[in-house]
Nanobody
Framework: QLQLVESGGGLVQPGDSLRLSCVAS????????MAWFRQAPGKEREFVAT????????LHADSVKGRFTISRDNAKNTIYLQMNSLKPEDTAAYYC???????????????WGQGTQVTVAS
């Protein structure tokens, strides 16, 4: 398993941008499928985006498509989530996850970070 640490969350206004980062420890990082999930208060954890080991294929949830972009830098053991045109409904704790399956399901990931809070409010 990987040890994952997210950063980059904060309080922003609607329409603003943020970039989340997730640093992984472990020499096998480059072989992992990585993903971002989010969870708002009182709601279930929701898939945001996932990226395969070499970054060649990505998948984004319809709710963020065109606004968010997942990417990775294997040399830095890091994945990113660039979030543009943020909306109040994007408010949630954002979690980084690692696994062996390219899937939208949280069950496909066995390594999780502690989360970083993103709040979008005017």
């Amino acid at each position: 398993q990987l040890q994952l640490v997210e950063s980059g969350g904060g309080l922003v206004q609607p329409g603003d941008s943020l970039r989340l980062s997730c640093v992984a420890s472990g020499r096998t990082f480059s072989s992992y499928v990585m993903a971002w999930f989010r969870q708002a208060p009182g709601k279930e954890r929701e898939f945001v985006a996932t990226i395969i080991w070499n970054g060649g294929t990505t998948l984004h949830a319809d709710s963020v498509k065109g606004r968010f972009t997942i990417s990775r830098d294997n040399a830095k053991n890091t994945i990113y989530l660039q979030m543009n045109s943020l909306k109040p409904e994007d408010t949630a704790a954002y979690y980084c996850a690692g696994g062996r399956l390219f899937t939208r399901s949280a069950n496909g990931y066995d390594s999780w970070g502690q989360g970083t809070q993103v709040t979008v409010a005017s």
